[in-house]
C-alpha cells in the first residue's frame, strides 16, 4: 500500500486502549488527520519519546485508509520546541494555538499556508527573549493571520457600517460586521458590540500590516483585542467553539 511522508505537529493526544494513542495532527501534505499510534505507549515503542506536543515530527501513514483513521507507519523528529516546552507561560499560549487549528478547522482542511503560519508562530514563541514575550501580543497577531490565511479579514479603517473614514475617538468594534461602528451609526443603532478607544483601532491596524513589530499597549487594552478577535472568528468560522486552553492561558496571565 503507498504511503505518505509529512511533517505534522500534534493537536491533540487520546490515550487508546492500554498501549495506544489516537493523534489528531495537522500535517503539511494531508491537512488535519487522525492517526492511531499503536504500542506508542510501551517503553520500548519506536514512537516512545516522540510523539509530544510542541515538536515538529516527520509522519509516515497510508495514502487511503477505509476509515478516518490511518495507522501511524513511522515518525522522526525533525524540529524540537525546547523553551516553549518548558515555560509554562509559552506552553499555554502554545496550546492555544494548538486548540484553535483543532476546533476551527475542518477535517482534512489540507492547507501549505496554514501548516506554515501555526510551525511559524510555535518557533517564534519558543525563541521570544522572557522580557520582551507578551502572549497577548503574540495570541492577537496569531488570530489576524489565521483569519487572513482562512479567507476573511477584519478591517480597522472605516465604519463598517457607513464607509466613513476616521470612526472617531472611541467606536464600537462590531464581529459580526468585521470592523469599528463610528459614533453616529452606533447611536443610529447600527452594530454590536463594547466602546473602544480609538488607538485600539490604529495599534491593530499597525498588528494586521507589520505583525508584532506593531508594539505593545497596556494589557488590558490588548485583551480587549483579544476578545474582538476571538469572536470575529467564530463569527467567521461557522461558530464560536469553547476551548479549555483558554482558562490555562487565563490563569498564566493572571499569574504572570
Known amino acids: ?14 490515550p487508546y486502549s492500554d498501549s495506544s494513542l489516537i493523534l ?3 500535517t503539511r501534505e494531508s491537512g488535519l488527520i487522525t492517526l492511531i499510534a499503536k504500542g506508542a505507549k510501551r517503553p520500548k515503542s519506536k514512537f516512545h519519546g516522540l510523539l ?8 509516515v501513514y497510508p495514502a487511503k485508509s477505509k476509515t478516518e483513521i490511518h495507522t501511524l507507519i513511522d515518525a522522526g523528529l525533525m524540529r524540537d520546541f525546547p523553551r516553549l516546552k518548558a515555560d509554562p507561560a509559552r506552553q499555554s499560549l502554545g496550546h492555544v494555538f494548538l486548540e484553535l487549528y483543532l476546533k476551527y478547522l475542518p477535517e482534512p482542511a489540507q492547507s501549505h499556508p496554514h501548516f506554515a503560519w501555526l510551525a511559524e508562530r ?3 514563541i519558543d525563541g521570544a527573549e522572557a522580557n520582551g514575550f507578551d502572549p497577548v501580543l503574540e495570541l492577537c497577531d496569531f488570530l489576524l493571520g489565521l483569519c487572513t490565511i482562512s479567507g476573511f479579514s ?13 470612526p472617531g475617538f472611541r467606536v464600537r468594534l462590531d464581529p459580526d460586521l468585521g470592523g469599528p461602528i463610528c459614533a453616529t451609526c452606533a447611536g443610529a443603532g447600527h452594530g454590536t458590540g463594547i466602546s473602544y478607544p480609538a488607538r485600539l483601532l490604529r495599534w491593530l491596524g499597525r498588528l494586521q500590516e507589520s505583525g508584532p513589530m506593531a508594539g505593545r499597549l497596556p494589557r488590558d487594552e490588548e485583551a480587549l483585542a483579544e476578545a474582538f478577535l476571538l469572536a470575529f472568528l467564530g463569527k467567521h468560522a461557522g461558530g464560536a467553539r469553547p476551548m479549555k486552553s483558554l482558562d490555562f492561558y487565563r490563569q498564566m496571565l493572571g499569574a504572570a
Open 1 to 14: 500500500m503507498a504511503s505518505l511522508k509529512s511533517p505534522g505537529l500534534i493537536l491533540k493526544k487520546t
Open 52 to 59: 509530544d506536543f510542541f515538536t515538529l515530527d516527520q509522519f
Open 24 to 26: 489528531k495532527v495537522y
Open 154 to 166: 477584519p478591517q480597522f479603517s472605516e465604519c463598517a457600517h457607513c464607509g466613513r473614514h476616521d
Open 122 to 124: 510555535l518557533e517564534r
